[in-house]
């Protein structure tokens, strides 16, 4: 089972940026594709963004579209966003996923079909 560890969360004011990492460790990285999702008080986990294994297909939520970008570096066991124009409804704490590409044949958006998941980091955007 792949270890999942997020970073570069914090406190932005609108329209700002930030870029989060999640570093992934005991598995082989390139076997997964990898997701971010996002929770906010109240408000059940959804989907952001989501890469395949090789870094080619990327899909995003309609509300992040423009602003944010996932990428990945297999050679570091890393996969990124980048979160520009960021808004006050950007405030969740934010996870990255794993899912076996053995079992997902295409890139899974939805939570159910991830296999590991990262503790999350906060971000928060004020007004």
């Known amino acids: 089972q792949v270890q999942l560890v997020e970073s570069g969360g914090g406190y932005v004011q609108a329209g700002g940026s930030l870029r989060l990492s999640c570093a992934a460790s005991?598995?082989?990285?390139?076997?997964?594709?990898m997701g971010w999702f996002r929770q906010a008080p109240g408000k059940e986990r959804e989907f952001v963004a989501a890469?395949?294994?090789?870094?080619?297909?990327?899909y995003y939520t309609d509300s992040v579209k423009g602003r944010f970008t996932i990428s990945r570096d297999n050679a570091r066991n890393t996969v990124y966003l980048q979160m520009n124009s960021l808004r006050p409804e950007d405030t969740a704490v934010y996870y990255c996923?794993?899912?076996?590409?053995?079992?997902?044949?295409?890139?899974?958006?939805?939570?159910?079909?991830?296999?590991?998941w990262g503790q999350g980091t906060q971000v928060t955007v004020s007004s």
């Open positions: 996923a794993a899912a076996s590409i053995i079992r997902n044949t295409q890139v899974p958006g939805t939570a159910k079909q991830y296999d590991a």
């Open positions: 005991g598995r082989t990285f390139s076997s997964y594709h």
């Open positions: 890469i395949n294994w090789r870094g080619s297909i990327t």
